[in-house]
Structure formats: structure tokens, C-alpha cells
């Protein structure tokens, strides 16, 4: 059956979204990372769906055809930033409480969330990306991760942007091609998925999002200074988390995301995804929406009085 796409205006945005499943259920939003697009949760949604959640599957900022409504608006790539269009659109569906599930940019995203706003968010999922307490971004302490973040190097020079610009998706490809182990996408996904980069936003807020960390003469909107500055004095997520990692995965090492349990105080658990690299939601959907399940079953049951 195919899903309707809807979209919602918020202060900031026109925000292209997917809403499928018994709207009386509860509800988990699904954040997609970069470089993707939000048709990466398609089977982990229709799994959810099936499980009696009610799932809400948005284009972030920049991405597909989703729109800022205003020319002047600095196309901030930050996590605070799309948290903020998280909640926004939350209150536009009349939302109070809602379980979220991010991939790569996503999960940075669902951290923030449950850090800022603890109240609205019940339980995360992350995957791929490892918490950063205060989110506060450092060098890879070993040369190994350095080298795989080569593209957040290659963005922050001088000429890099220029670069980016003049083949957006030729530079998502390269990731798509190393992340992972071969032989996880064909042509045609890829192009498919590509599709939301043809947003006039994706190269802005891709740019800002990933030059920001180590430049410090990036734009930042300052409607989100306060949320920022909060954020930097938080060292502990209060809700229950799941952190999912592909055993395989070519971005971040696994390594990255150990020893971080001391963070979570209402439970944390990590696992990695056999046979998986960056990208688990595509590769092994099936192992990546039993783990969800099993998470949301504890921490999150179907019992629709809980989204009411």
C-alpha cells in the first residue's frame, strides 16, 4: 500500500513527512542521517507498523522536499537545529510524547533530543553514531579515524565547499561506496535516494553542518543559541537508550562507541549489527527493526492510552 506524503508548516519550515500506522498508537519518529534520504526507515517502518506503532518518517532540513520558508534563515546544519524542527512538527501533529529512532545525522539528533528535551522524548534509538557528552566535537584520538573522516577535513578547507558544489551527489556517492562493505546498493537505489539531494538546501546545511565543528567562523542561527549553550552542560542522557552499530562499519569505528555507558542514567544498551557498516537500516533492516522492537516493547509499549 502506498504511504501518502504530507507536510506540515512550522515557524521554520514547510517539512515534507510520512505518517502511517493506527494514529492512536503510539508514536516514533524516524530521523534518516546523511548522506540519505527518509526513504532508508521504509522497511523498518512497515516493521513498526506492523508491531502496532504509529510512525512518522520526515525529509530533514535540506533534504527531499522538504523547504525553509524564508531566504534570509542561516541553513544551520546543527543537531540543536533539527531537534528543534523535531519538536516543531511534533507540535503540529499534536504530539505531547513520541519515541524517536535516528540514523548517522539522526542519531545525533535523537542524543539531543532526549538531552533538551527529556519530557517530550520517552526513549531513543541511535545508530551508528556514538553520544557525545556536552556535545562537544574533538579529533579522532587515534590517526586510523582521522583518516575516515577525511570528507569532514576535505569540507572545512578553504576550497572544499566549491567542491561539494560542483558535484553534490558525485561526493555522497564516495561515501556510499566506503562506509560500508561492497555490494549493499545498486545503481538505481542510489539514484533514487540522490533525488532529495536536488533539494537547493542539501549543499548549505551539509556544509554547515559538518564546517561548523571545526570552523569557527560558520554561521550559526541564533534562535538556537540558548538550546546550544545548554546543550554544552549536559553530559548524561535521562531516558532509555538503544545504540546500534554496524560490526563492519567503515565511518565510525566501533571502538568509537564503547565505554560510554557511565552517560545513560535509565538504562543503556549498545549491540553491534553483524555483517553491517554505516548504513544497518538499509544493509540489515530486519535485525536492525528486532532490536528496535525489542527496546520500544520495554521502554515504550503499544498501549494507546501512552500517546494520548
Not at 148 to 169: C, E, N, T
Not at 245 to 253: K, L, W
Request: net charge negative; hydrophobic share 45%; with cysteine.
Amino acid at each position: 500500500m502506498a504511504i501518502e506524503t504530507r507536510h506540515a508548516t512550522t515557524p521554520t519550515l514547510d517539512i515534507s513527512f510520512t505518517d502511517s500506522g493506527d494514529p492512536n498508537a503510539p508514536a516514533v519518529m524516524l530521523l534518516h542521517g546523511w548522506p540519505d534520504a527518509a526513504r532508508a526507515w521504509t522497511p523498518v517502518a512497515n516493521a513498526l507498523n506492523a508491531a502496532g506503532y504509529r510512525t512518522i518518517v520526515p525529509e530533514l532540513r535540506g533534504s527531499g522536499h522538504t523547504r525553509f520558508l524564508r531566504a534570509d534563515t542561516v541553513r544551520d546544519g546543527s543537531a540543536v537545529a533539527i531537534a528543534q524542527d523535531a519538536i516543531d512538527l511534533a507540535d503540529t501533529l499534536g504530539l505531547q510524547r513520541f519515541a524517536v529512532v535516528g540514523h548517522d545525522w539522526g542519531a545525533r539528533v535523537a542524543y539531543t533530543l532526549a538531552a533538551l528535551f527529556p519530557q517530550r522524548v520517552p526513549t531513543i534509538a541511535a545508530i551508528a553514531l556514538a553520544f557525545q557528552p556536552n556535545a562537544k566535537f574533538e579529533l579522532p584520538a587515534s590517526f586510523s579515524q582521522a583518516r575516515r573522516f577525511w570528507y569532514q577535513w576535505f569540507m572545512s578547507l578553504d576550497g572544499g565547499p566549491d567542491a561539494v558544489r560542483a558535484d553534490p551527489k558525485g561526493f555522497a556517492r564516495i561515501q556510499w561506496e566506503t562506509w560500508s562493505p561492497p555490494g549493499w546498493f545498486d545503481d538505481t537505489e542510489f539514484a533514487a535516494t540522490a533525488a532529495a539531494f536536488d533539494n537547493p538546501d542539501w549543499v548549505p546545511v551539509t556544509l554547515n553542518g559538518y564546517r561548523r565543528r571545526w570552523r569557527a567562523d560558520e554561521l550559526s542561527d541564533p534562535a538556537y543559541a540558548a538550546l546550544t549553550a545548554r546543550l554544552h552542560t549536559i553530559d548524561h542522557i535521562g531516558v532509555p537508550t538503544l545504540m546500534l552499530q554496524g560490526a563492519e562499519d567503515m565511518c565510525d569505528e566501533p571502538a568509537t562507541s564503547e565505554g560510554l555507558d557511565a552517560h545513560f542514567s535509565a538504562g543503556y544498551r549498545r549491540e553491534l549489527v553483524a555483517g553491517a557498516g554505516h548504513f544497518p537500516p538499509r544493509e540489515r533492516p530486519e535485525a536492525v527493526a528486532r532490536a528496535v522492537l525489542a527496546h520500544l516493547s520495554a521502554t515504550w509499549p503499544v498501549e494507546p492510552s501512552r500517546n494520548r
